[in-house]
């Protein structure tokens, strides 16, 4: 997985920061959009069942009509997705709508419309003068090869960022995030306002701009029934099972070494977080060898990383479920009939609610597990409440799969057998 060099400190530096409060009230009924596909026959049924499960009001359902593939392009969806969607929410403005339910049959992402005339020079540009530089440093006299690979190392950073700010696509739901503003920059990511790990002045959105959104999909229609059906279940008589973490490094690893470490220490404070609320058994890989086919019984939590594009199935997923793998691009399709990104696969395999990335996010941009868990465990706070105080950035990659207004209620196991560390 790629990283940028952007400012990551603060993110695990939350233990000030976790407690503040960013809604005034759990999320309600009333609150949730339901957005389905008037050409999807199953997209209006689902929605409809999720209406009725819920309570949602009926006039909160929007039935569009758009594209069934698991991609659309920009113009399509500003035309055909955003404005219906910022009508709907101009007509309903005294509902206090706050989440998007975005249903089955809605395309997945936005594919990027590729760069302006001159960003392709700017980039061309580039490349060539890194091209010169490395013929320059085969060449190059002992004494002078430092020099040059300075250049050299400085060129390449700044086609990196370029590629970066350049990056147009994003996730359907990462997008429709910031539906409710027609004005703002569509390259790279914005940091999201109601993430708890930034400052207040961290970024220019303003909170009241922010839709929640949340996914209700898989790679059918019955994985979608499953999902609201095992998340009302698990808030009835509680989630049972096994919190599992998978963390690359030991826990005492030089935190200074890198990002890719703070995110393993992130899964560390996870673990040490759920144990000592003693709810749940814990478990968590050190060895820095993955799960394999069943070592994860009754999982019912999971955070970890990093098997890239080829789900390995060690789970029993507990109805009610919720794990996410940290990789690239592991919810670019829940479709692809041969495809092993973890998203789908974890959905066809029983869980209730994940998340991944539609491409390449870069690290920073995943919800620390620590954060993502400490809000997923408040009583008060929905999924998606604590996806989006747990997310760094939204206009880019991300996507909660899952009922936004499950609760994850744990219930306390008469026997807890001791948590280990593998």
Not at 194 to 201: C, D, T, V, W
Not at 231 to 237: F, G, H, R, T
Not at 270 to 296: F, H, M, W
């Amino acid at each position: 997985m790629r990283n940028i060099n952007r400012r990551v400190t603060a993110f695990f530096a939350l233990f000030c920061l976790m407690l503040c409060p960013v809604f005034a009230g759990a999320l309600e009924p009333k609150e949730v959009m339901v957005l389905a596909n008037g050409n999807v026959g199953k997209s209006i049924e689902l929605a409809r069942y999720y209406l009725h499960r819920r309570g949602i009001p009926k006039e909160n359902l929007l039935i569009i009509r758009t594209t069934d593939k698991e991609s659309i392009e920009w113009k399509k969806y500003e035309e055909y997705v955003a404005q219906p969607v910022r009508k709907f929410l101009r007509l309903h403005k005294n509902q206090h709508l706050r989440c998007i339910a975005i249903l089955y049959g809605l395309p997945l992402k936005i594919s990027s419309p590729g760069k302006t005339e001159k960003e392709e020079k700017s980039i061309a540009l580039l490349r060539s003068g890194k091209k010169a530089l490395e013929n320059r440093l085969a060449t190059a006299a002992e004494s002078d090869k430092k020099t040059v690979q300075n250049h050299l190392n400085k060129i390449k950073r700044k086609i990196k960022k370029l590629q970066f700010l350049t990056d147009r696509a994003a996730s359907l739901d990462s997008e429709l995030s910031l539906v409710k503003k027609t004005e703002y920059k569509r390259g790279s990511w914005q940091p999201n306002p109601l993430f708890a790990g930034f400052q207040q002045n961290r970024t220019t959105l303003d909170k009241a701009e922010v839709m929640l959104t949340a996914r209700l999909d898989g790679p059918d229609d019955r994985t979608v029934e499953r999902i609201i059906d095992d998340s009302i279940l698990a808030e009835e008589k509680g989630l049972q099972g096994v919190a599992y973490f998978d963390a690359r490094w030991p826990a005492d690893k030089d935190v200074g070494a890198s990002s890719y470490v703070r995110y393993d220490q992130s899964i560390h404070r996870a673990y040490e977080a759920l144990k000592n609320q003693g709810d749940l058994p814990v478990r968590i890989e050190t060895s820095g060898e993955l799960y394999q086919q069943g070592d994860c019984p009754d999982s019912a939590l999971y955070s970890g990383w990093y098997s890239l594009a080829n789900y390995i199935d060690a789970f029993d997923w507990q109805p009610g479920s919720v794990g996410y793998h940290i990789a690239s691009a592991e919810c670019r399709t829940l479709k692809k009939h041969n495809s092993k990104v973890w998203c789908k696969k974890m959905l066809e395999d029983g869980i209730a609610a994940t998340i991944g990335p539609v491409g390449e996010p870069y690290l920073q941009a995943f919800p620390p597990p620590d954060l993502f868990f400490n809000k997923l465990l408040e009583k008060k706070l929905s999924l998606v409440e604590a996806y989006f105080q747990s997310l760094p950035y939204i206009s880019w990659k991300m996507v909660l799969v899952g009922d936004p207004l499950y609760r994850v209620n744990l219930k306390r196991q008469l026997s807890v057998r001791d948590t280990d560390e593998l």
